[in-house]
């Protein structure tokens, strides 16, 4: 399995658990008695920290395996898979910020347009790492 995809992978399993879990009810816990504030950015920065060590720890276990097997340049196929997923992730998450900034700021909550940015945020990284995977597995004329 090549590293990226091996990269794509783990992060499409992380964001399928950590923001999950944020958006199960990880959300509306009292981390902070009498603050609710708080208590909401303790509940966000818990799935940000796990998402944070998972893609620090697959980026070095990538890093040290190439340097074990000796390659570290990317090939035209890695560059050609790259640019589509990452073309097409862009195209998700701008429609989702355009929906956070231009249609919920009227009627919406603070939390409920943080809420809604992360969602779209891990949903575009979602979508960029489905298509690496399916880069990696079909090609990428599939």
């Known amino acids: 399995m090549h590293s990226r995809e091996r990269t794509a992978w ?9 923001p999950t879990i944020y958006f199960a009810g990880l959300n509306h816990s009292n981390w902070v008695p009498g603050n609710d504030e708080l208590s909401r950015l303790a509940a966000l920065s818990m799935p ?28 035209e196929r890695d560059q050609l898979i ?10 998700v998450l701008m429609a989702g910020m355009i929906v956070v900034g231009m249609m919920m700021p009227f009627s919406a909550t603070r939390w409920e347009l943080v809420d809604t940015s992360f969602f779209f945020i891990v949903l575009a990284e979602v979508v960029h790492s489905c298509i690496t995977i399916y880069g990696y597995r079909k090609g990428i004329h599939a």
């Open 48 to 75: 940000l920290i796990i998402m944070a060590f998972v893609a620090l720890g697959v980026r070095a276990l990538n890093i040290i395996k190439a340097r074990q097997q000796g390659r570290e340049l990317l090939d």
């Open 82 to 91: 790259e640019m589509k997923s990452t073309s097409v992730s862009y195209h």
């Open 10 to 18: 783990a992060w499409l399993v992380c964001l399928l658990i950590a």
